[in-house]
């Protein structure tokens, strides 16, 4: 006979629970709506689509064709020599109807073109796929150094007054190049421009990449050279114009110039020019006189504003029904420039301007962030970068992760956009690979970084010199997280192969979490290290980073670890089992919705509230392209589990606030499922039985016992047994101890039972 306390109580359990279980397993059954111009800005095709029914066609998304990218591009480049991983795209001339293309590992142009810019792919809202070349390639250059026997570093990019500017060093030497474009003679030239710093030891420089079909014509002077030969039935001229008297060679790699030692700087320019024969009489020499070298900040004075107006947003706060509020800052979604608002990253300075990274290229300031959010002040603060995913302010300077380097971000000026994109850090790993994204820029208190790639979670030094991986075996990772200590630190990958579902790996040195398949020796039994906590697929499809409550802050949150949910727009609370030697979690809801998929989220010591950067993407319910957004704590009475330990055979759970003995000590208030998943190739993976591992399901465990202990918030859950297992859920249903019911579930992963 089943106690009819039991019974009662294992009713009110599932009541409690239909809700929630209904809510994660329905799926639309009718026909995705069309792809639509119409749609208002700001608004995906598959706003609000349940996560599940998404296909590869709800996701063709060609509005960044539309955008305004700003002066420079950083991207991978597919060219007619080959694709360059880390390429720097410009555009040239007074109407932008050229563009050239450096590599900026070599510090070198690789392609020059006419018409237009590039081309972005409306595949995956052109983030997968590589843009192109939107215009008939007019110089090649061979894969390689521009400047032959010299180690090239490179420093950043000027957005100054005379255009573009590039800044790198050939061994010692800093070096200054202004690209440029001109229409001369019924041609086109190619210019560069050079502020060749002083240097001790000789500087070779490829001028033009062509390949001579017969001996080359040549001119010169003391301060001048001039190359001409016919390519393809059309004239090519090269010459230079320079301060002191170099030497040169011609051979079948290009035309290359020797810059002797100098004890000044030198400052020079090389013309590529082609066009009809009949146009040679016509073109013009360069001027035959010596210059002085000008002033440095001649070439890196910084340009004036180029993002105006700045825009005016009104927020909008959030009920302040639960503990936690979310309010929503309101993007400008309607902008000049068509700019789109993929989040990625937030954080702030201590002027209180906040800093928002969008995957597209951008990083927008946002002013006026105060309690009624009212007068929202937004300003397009820099452009051009290589799908940012994730920043941080350290010192009041906005550090960028891009797929090519961490940014450094400098406004020179003040007037609100950056001048100076200094290369921090250089030694990421890119890869040309559609999927092989670089994320989740985090710092702790002694100033390191960390990100994550498809190779590891690294830890780069302060002084961004240089890189440590700490640990490997992830798919696709789109969170991280670090404590502001460094001690602890995170990392969330994407359900797929050798993933069977979303999870959260605490990392230690020199680990291996599995992705590639298992790695077996015998410190690691599984074959990979023990993961933090398993998450059921359908509570969390695609997870996002890690953030950590300051102690002082959120009452009972205080010191605790957040989880963003991307897939599903929530979050989670993250509870460590301390007690155990081996790592093992719990994953507890928490009543917050977001807008878009939260990607990275960072606490404000001005108010204490959690910003969270949002984005839309493939398979996630965001109703919004992107979405910025504050959690605050509102002080109300919230009842939520803040601690468990596993012992052997038993679970304790510690609640917030005191509960009612009854009803806390009524194993009926209990309802304790488990599960393991198959760790393969495969795609994911479905549910299987603990106690038959060949069937598919999950298994009801039995609670023999529940007792409340003395410190009266604390509840001690016993089994028959309990083993290691991938996924238990608890739910349950208790009072607290004023009489009001609280109803709740949550996830765990037993690694040490």
């Not at 001339?93 to 900026?104: E, K, S």
């Not at 995956?124 to 390689?144: C, M, S």
């Not at 090519?404 to 971000?409: F, G, N, P």
Request: aromatic residues 10%; hydrophobic residues 35%; charged residues 20%.
């Amino acid at each position: 006979m089943i106690p009819r306390t039991l019974l009662k109580r294992s009713l009110q359990l599932l009541l409690s629970t239909l809700p929630c279980l209904v809510a994660c397993a329905q799926s639309p059954t009718s026909t995705p709506a069309p792809l639509t111009n119409s749609r208002a800005p700001g608004v995906p095709a598959v706003s609000g689509r349940e996560p599940g029914v998404q296909a590869e066609k709800d996701w063709v998304d060609n509005r960044w064709q539309a955008t305004e990218v700003g002066p420079f591009l950083a991207s991978t480049l597919p060219t007619p020599n080959g694709t360059i991983t880390r390429a720097l795209s410009i555009k040239l001339g007074t109407n932008h109807d050229a563009a050239i293309a450096y590599d900026t590992v070599t510090c070198s142009p690789r392609v020059a073109w006419t018409g237009g810019f590039l081309k972005f792919s409306p595949t995956r809202f052109g983030l997968i796929d590589a843009p192109k070349i939107d215009g008939e390639t007019q110089l090649l250059y061979p894969p390689g150094t521009g400047w032959p026997d010299s180690s090239l570093k490179f420093v950043g990019i000027h957005r100054a007054a005379a255009g573009v500017t590039l800044e790198y060093q050939a061994g010692s030497t800093r070096i200054i190049e202004r690209p440029g474009f001109a229409r001369i003679a019924n041609g086109i030239a190619f210019t560069r421009a050079f502020r060749v710093e002083a240097h001790t030891q000789p500087l070779k420089l490829l001028v033009a990449p062509h390949r001579p079909k017969a001996r080359a014509e040549t001119e010169s002077a003391p301060t001048y050279l001039q190359a001409r030969w016919t390519l393809d039935d059309r004239a090519h001229v090269a010459d230079i114009s320079l301060g002191q008297g170099p030497t040169h060679t011609i051979s079948e790699a290009g035309w290359v110039l020797t810059l002797q030692p100098s004890t000044t700087p030198i400052e020079f320019e090389t013309r590529v020019w082609s066009g009809p024969t009949s146009a040679l009489p016509d073109l013009p020499k360069v001027a035959l006189s010596r210059s002085e070298p000008g002033e440095l900040k001649a070439w890196t004075e910084p340009a004036l504003a180029k993002w105006l107006p700045e825009l005016t947003t009104q927020g909008q706060r959030g009920s302040e029904a639960e503990f936690l509020a979310v309010d929503t800052l309101t993007l400008p979604y309607a902008n000049p420039w068509n700019a789109l608002f993929f989040g990625a990253g937030i954080d702030f300075s201590t002027d209180g301007a906040g800093y928002l990274a969008v995957i597209h290229g951008d990083v927008w300031r946002v002013t006026g962030v105060d309690a009624s959010l009212s007068s929202l002040k937004w300003h397009r603060y820099a452009t051009g970068l290589f799908q940012p995913l994730g920043l941080k302010v350290r010192g009041d300077k906005v550090y960028v992760l891009g797929r090519d380097r961490i940014t450094r971000l400098h406004d020179l000026n003040h007037d609100g956009e950056a001048d100076f994109y200094e290369s921090f850090f250089d030694g990421i790993d890119t890869s040309p690979g559609g999927h092989d994204y670089v994320t989740c820029l985090e710092v702790d208190d002694a100033g390191n970084f960390y990100y994550t790639d498809p190779k590891g979670v690294h830890r780069v030094r302060p002084d961004g010199r240089n890189k440590t991986t700490l640990a490997t075996g992830w798919r696709n990772p789109n969170g991280l997280g670090v404590s502001p200590d460094g001690k602890i630190i995170t990392v969330a990958p994407q359900q797929g192969t050798w993933t069977p579902s979303s999870e959260i790996s605490e990392v230690k040195q020199g680990g291996y979490y599995g992705y590639g398949g298992p790695k077996t020796s015998t410190d690691r039994p599984l074959g990979y290290d023990p993961h933090l906590c398993w998450i059921p697929h359908a509570v969390d499809n695609s997870s996002g980073s890690q953030a950590w409550v300051p102690k002082e802050s959120w009452g009972p949150l205080g010191g605790q670890m957040l989880h963003l949910l991307w897939g599903r727009c929530g979050a989670m609370l993250i509870l460590r089992d301390t007690n155990s030697p081996i790592v093992q979690g719990a994953a507890v809801p928490l009543p917050v919705r977001f807008l878009s998929g939260p990607n990275r989220a960072s606490f404000n010591p001005r108010d204490e509230a959690l910003y969270v950067a949002g984005s839309t993407g493939w398979q996630t319910s965001a109703t919004k392209d992107g979405a910025l957004q504050r959690v605050r704590y509102t002080r109300k009475t919230a009842m939520l589990p803040l601690a468990w330990k596993a012992h052997q055979n038993a679970i304790e759970i510690t609640f917030n606030q005191p509960l009612d003995a009854g009803t806390a000590e009524d194993r009926g208030s209990y309802a304790v499922k488990q599960w393991n998943y198959r760790y393969s190739q495969d795609y994911g993976s479905k549910d299987w039985s603990v106690a038959d591992p060949t069937k598919e399901g999950r298994d009801e465990v039995e609670v023999t016992a529940a007792r409340l202990l003395p410190d009266g918030k604390t509840v001690r859950l016993e089994f028959k047994s309990l083993k290691p297992v991938m996924q238990m859920e608890i739910k349950y249903n208790v009072n607290v101890s004023s009489g009001k019911a609280s109803r709740g579930q949550f996830w765990l992963s037993l690694n040490n039972p």
